[in-house]
């Protein structure tokens, strides 16, 4: 088994020891060191969480494998609270469609199953330097690459299957922007901070897709409290506000955008 085919099924069987073994072969093989080697509780069993820092820079081990992504609008229960939200957003003139999952149906990415290398990704991520389109160039000459988007969905969900990476809920007696302590300010099980800041858009090699926020529209947009939550959905893919960066307009922003380095293994 080499370490860029490490499932998460299988990481999750092994005992620290062994967890500590293979933090010290992933860093050896970046040239870095094993800065963090953890267990958490996740979906109801243990999981190892490894850092390794390079150059000053930590990233978290992202064991993954074949794994199944996106959201399953079609069997996901809204509580009865989200469906009165989402009507008032849609009387102040917000929402796309009748009803919260004909909304959501237009913004997550569906259900499906795809095949991932495990990767070492970056615990922040970072602000660009250039305009997106020369970021491969620039991260390439640091041995880094941006990730795919299926890569950043799975790494922020970490094989959960919910609305959020916390779960299918969210407060909605406020908007993340004004929430200091709410779940989306705790690392996610394999130790990112991610989809953490709605005034945040993390983009990748997928120029239909940005991800972790919509640079704070839905925060100056009166939007209602839970479509100011969903731009930090795991499977949201924001497509409208990939169309603006990607755009004439979003090439002028470029430093109010952000990316997630890579290191392959």
Sequence with gaps: MTLANLTLDQWRSFDLPTASRIAE?????????????????????????????????????????????????????????????????????????????????????????????????????????????DMPAVLAARGLRMPSSDEWEYACGAGAQTLFRWGNDCPLDRIPYDDHAGPQHQLNALGLRIAYETYRTELTSDVNAVHGGDGGESACGGYGALLSWLPLATANRNPAMAEFVYGPEGEDLCEDFSTRPVLAL
């Design 25 to 133: 072969e992933a860093a050896d093989l970046v040239g870095g060191q094993v800065a963090e080697v953890e267990i958490v509780e996740h979906l109801g069993a243990p999981l190892h969480r490894v850092r390794v820092e390079r150059n000053a820079q930590q990233f978290a081990l992202i064991p993954a494998g074949t794994v199944a992504l996106g959201f399953d609008v079609a069997t996901w229960e809204p509580t009865s609270e989200q469906i009165a939200d989402y009507a008032e957003s849609l009387e102040a003139g917000f929402g796309h469609g009748p009803d919260l999952r004909t909304h959501l149906a237009q913004l997550l990415s569906p259900r499906r199953i795809v095949t991932l290398p495990t990767v070492l990704m970056a615990v922040e991520d970072e602000n660009l330097t250039e305009v997106p389109t």
